[in-house]
């Protein structure tokens, strides 16, 4: 999808635009959320303006971390960003290790939409965290694309790691930070905000932080009504029975799921 849209002549031909994060626009769009947050987690905390903060996102093919990135470019107060995945892992490795390496294959998970091989906004990462050096980061893409691997430099992924951390999370953490949200907190969320939470207590800790540590706070990513079978995996079908009955599940979702189905 990304080659396509890079062959300009072929998208003019064929009208082709999408809006998966390899669009810029998706990513630039994205900006007004972590400014928005980190101005609630001023709000709910009294930080002054400029106190930093930490931020934790469920990370698939990355364009909402790239946000991140460019926004802590800009200036937002951001001390780290934790990218949150499951155990489709390449990110995970990339940030500890250096090793953006292909998997041989793809699990399947309860957190599928963010289950990718090859993340295609790890290119813009690195084109930022370089310094928009273009002919360095297109050798990187290159040799990752011909051999299905490239290692960063030791020098290179100490700057990522001065920026990023990573989380790696299985379903069944997933499913015991989804489980926990609800019972303690009363909040339902869906599976990859999970993976987000459960990434956030593995990285910080399950207690208060101390008044030393920068607030962390995570960016959720949808409604738990679209992952019937993951939320009811974590809860069991009586628990999402219930909230599907309740006032608490979208009415535009409700109607969606009432209409009639027809073929095309």
Known sequence: LKRMAADRAFAARHG??????????????????YFWTYLRVLDRTGLELGAPIDLAVPAGALG?????????????????LLAAVNAND??????????????????????DAINIQVPYNMERIFYYLSGENAALVASWMSEAERAGRVTLPAPWLSRL????????????????ALRKAADVHGYLMDP????????????????PLPA????????????????????TAALGSERWAAYAA??????????????SERPF
């Open 16 to 33: 082709l635009c999408g809006i998966n994060s390899y669009n810029i626009g998706r990513p630039l769009a994205q900006l007004a959320h």
């Open 64 to 80: 909402n971390l790239a946000a991140g990135f460019m926004a802590k470019r800009m200036g937002l107060p951001v001390r780290k």
């Open 90 to 111: 390449i990110t995970h490795r990339t940030i500890a290790r250096g090793e953006f390496h292909r998997s041989e294959r793809m699990e399947k998970t309860l957190s």
């Open 161 to 176: 790691q001065e920026v990023f951390d990573s989380r790696r999370i299985d379903d069944a953490a997933m499913c015991a």
């Open 192 to 207: 990859h905000t999970a993976v987000g939470l459960a990434a956030v207590v593995a990285w910080r800790g399950d207690t």
């Open 212 to 231: 030393s540590s920068p607030p962390v706070a995570l960016l959720a990513t949808a409604s738990p009504c679209k992952f019937e079978a993951s939320v």
């Open 246 to 259: 309740s006032a608490d599940f979208p009415a535009a979702a409700r109607a969606l799921l009432a209409a």
